[in-house]
């Protein structure tokens, strides 16, 4: 891959964002490592920096226009243009519908689905005038519907829509646009999940992974493999797909 191009993680202060920044750029990508918390970034950055490679940490709330204008504008001054872009940002407020409040809704539609279609929408204009472009979004398992999670549900399922709308409209550019939905993944996300529902992580992990036909639960670097393969110029020929990383086929 040459010269250098450049990537951007959202959401990639920890989890699988900070895998899949470290995986580009052990791929030979320069990477802006993007998050709320841009001290954050900045360690993930310097860690990526300690092993050879170029990065950045970049502090960046996908949800508001200016504040992503402002960062991928920085991120090509700093970088060079962003031609692979792996929307990951997302959080949870996991509650029953009865219980959901409004608030609950709209946020995380707006880091979502929002923050994707913003930092797509501001990326996409250096892909096209490149003619060459990657856009990697996180949808989830939950996007087939999980008690607790209708927000996040109709988020990941809405970013699937989203990825085969840009697959069509962008594909004549050189630009492919895919999704992979993780299943059970070990992250602070879903330690947050055991412990809303009362039950310890340790055991948490024990009963998901009985119900895995590859008998683990996912890691990070799982993710951050499939994710590494769609970023690369062989997969130039696959677009507007779905990817499920669960360990196994889904019910």
Same mark, same amino acid.
């Given at each position: 891959m040459s010269p250098t191009r450049t990537a951007i993680v959202t959401g990639a202060a920890r989890g699988i964002g900070a895998t899949t920044a470290r995986r580009l750029a052990s791929d030979g990508y320069a990477v802006a490592v993007v998050d709320l918390d841009e001290a954050a970034s900045e360690a993930v950055a310097a860690t990526i920096r300690d092993a050879g490679g170029s990065a950045i940490g970049v502090g960046i709330d996908v949800g508001d226009a200016e504040q992503v204008a402002a960062g991928v504008a920085r991120v090509a001054d700093e970088l060079g243009a962003p031609v692979v872009l792996v929307n990951n940002a997302g959080i949870i407020r996991d509650n029953l519908l009865f219980k959901m409040t409004e608030d609950d809704w709209d946020a995380v539609m707006t880091v979502h689905l #929002?923050?994707? *279609?913003? &930092?797509?929408? +501001?990326?996409?204009?250096? &892909?096209?005038?490149?003619? *060459?472009? $990657? =856009?990697?979004?996180?949808?989830?398992?939950?996007?087939?519907?999980? #008690?607790?999670? /209708?927000?996040?549900?109709?988020?990941? /399922?809405?970013?699937?829509? !989203?990825?085969?709308?840009?697959? =069509?409209?962008?594909? $004549? !550019? @050189?630009?492919? /646009?895919? +999704?992979?939905a993780p299943g059970?993944?070990?992250?602070? &996300?879903? +330690?947050?999940?055991?412990? $809303?529902?009362?039950?310890? *992580?340790?055991? !948490?992990? %024990?009963?998901?992974?009985?119900? =895995?036909?590859? @008998? $683990?639960?996912?890691?990070?670097?799982?993710? +951050?493999?499939? =994710?590494? !393969?769609?970023?690369? %110029? %062989? /997969?130039g020929f696959v677009s507007g797909q779905v990817i499920y990383v669960a360990g196994g086929p889904l019910d």
């Open positions: #929002r923050g994707a *279609f913003l &930092m797509t929408k +501001a990326c996409q204009a250096h &892909m096209t005038e490149t003619k *060459f472009g $990657r =856009i990697v979004n996180l949808s989830s398992s939950s996007a087939q519907g999980n #008690r607790g999670q /209708a927000n996040y549900s109709a988020a990941k /399922a809405g970013l699937q829509g !989203f990825t085969k709308t840009l697959a =069509i409209e962008l594909g $004549r !550019f @050189g630009v492919t /646009a895919n +999704a992979v059970f993944i070990q992250t602070d &996300m879903t +330690a947050a999940t055991a412990e $809303r529902i009362g039950v310890s *992580f340790e055991d !948490f992990i %024990e009963h998901s992974a009985k119900q =895995i036909p590859v @008998g $683990r639960v996912g890691q990070p670097e799982d993710i +951050a493999a499939t =994710i590494s !393969f769609l970023c690369s %110029e %062989e /997969a």
